[in-house]
């Protein structure tokens, strides 16, 4: 089976620019968590989506980020206007439930904003 | 207090010893756990979860889970240089399903 995909894998953009990151979950889950990864905060939690409805957008650090599941097999999470600090890892997960727990990663977008 | 505490390490074991990673965590309503292998540059690998107290065995790898004093730990025995990397430990709490990592823990497991 395909695992999660997501697209691009690096992205380098100015700042201002807005940005878009994609992610496919694995088929059948139906838990899709949106991460950023950087060396000063770690792995950080941004928003999860459960069966395409988002249930807890706390971490998303400001109004400048906002993410979407149109459908079961696609989620976006959009930057703009992007700015230098949002430079990180940006991986998506998926799980399924009921009474599984695992989170399956990605292989993750490297952005970087100059 | 953070909620998930992991010795940043670096850790080094010399190849073919046994690696010892410990994590703790803050709330007594954790329920599940979970190690995660990175790579340099890679997304986190999912490698052992945990949900009982006690031990759970995978090949190499052993987790063990003490929920009354809030540790899990995870040894990896017969240690290999491929083993080196940074190991993340997570913790579900609740009826939430988001997981909290651990900051990780480096290994490097020397030839």
């Known amino acids: 089976d395909a695992g999660v995909i997501q697209s691009p894998r690096h992205e380098v953009t100015e700042m201002g620019q807005e940005v878009t990151l994609r992610c496919k979950p694995i088929s059948g889950h139906d838990y899709l968590f949106w991460y950023r990864q950087t060396m000063m905060r770690g792995l950080e939690l941004l928003i999860y989506f459960n069966n395409n409805v988002p249930i807890d957008d706390s971490g998303m650090p400001e109004d400048r980020f906002s993410a979407k599941m149109p459908n079961a097999s696609f989620s976006t999470l959009k930057i703009q206007p992007s700015e230098p600090r949002d430079s990180a890892v940006y991986f998506c997960a998926s799980s399924f439930h009921p009474g599984r727990n695992e989170q399956y990663f990605g292989p993750g977008t490297r952005l970087t904003v100059t | 207090q953070k909620e998930v505490e992991q010795n940043s390490g670096p850790l080094s074991v010399p190849e073919g010893a046994i690696a010892s990673l410990n994590c703790t965590y803050s709330d007594r309503g954790s329920q599940s756990f979970f190690w995660y292998r990175q790579y340099s540059g890679k997304s986190p690998e999912l490698i052992m979860f945990?949900?009982?107290?006690g031990d759970k065995e995978d090949g190499r790898f052993t987790a063990q889970l003490n929920k009354a004093s809030q540790y899990v730990s995870l040894l990896i025995r017969d240690s290999q240089p491929s083993d080196s990397a940074t190991y993340l430990c997570?913790?579900?709490?609740?009826?939430?399903?988001?997981?909290?990592f651990g900051s990780g823990t480096q290994l490097t497991v020397l030839p």
């Open positions: 945990i949900y009982s107290n």
């Open positions: 997570a913790v579900l709490v609740g009826s939430a399903r988001q997981l909290t």
